[in-house]
């Protein structure tokens, strides 16, 4: 069983910025592509970004293109967001998913493991 513990969120004023991170467990970490997705009240889980098996395949919905950045360090079983130029609308509950295999893209339902979520609120 795969475990995603994910950190980093918090409140932060329009314009600013946030590191997530997400730890994993229970197998070895580089078997795995790894995505971040987030949910905001009332709205369906979406696509953030997500990052192959190296660190030379990543891939973002438009957007957060140019804002957010995703990376992994596969010493650490970690996988990160950088998060710059918050803006309100990325107000959301941030979800680390990893998909035990080669898959990339934007399904929710192509991951196999999530972790419980990161609350993070940008004020305008």
């Not at 970490?29 to 098996?53: C, L, N």
């Not at 957060?64 to 996988?79: E, L, M, P």
Request: charged share 15%.
């Amino acid at each position: 069983q795969v475990q995603l513990v994910e950190s980093g969120g918090g409140l932060v004023q329009a314009g600013g910025s946030l590191r997530l991170s997400c730890v994993t467990s229970g197998r070895t970490f580089s078997s795995y592509s790894m995505g971040w997705f987030r949910q905001a009240p009332g709205k369906d889980r979406e696509f953030v970004a997500s990052i192959g098996r190296s660190e030379s395949l990543t891939y973002y919905t438009n957007s957060v293109k140019g804002r957010f950045t995703i990376s992994r360090d596969n010493a650490k079983n970690t996988v990160y967001l950088q998060m710059n130029s918050l803006k309100p609308e990325d107000t959301a509950l941030y979800y680390c998913a990893a998909n035990n295999g080669w898959y990339i893209g934007e399904s929710v339902h192509l991951y196999d493991y999530w972790g419980q979520g990161t609350q993070v609120t940008v004020s305008s």
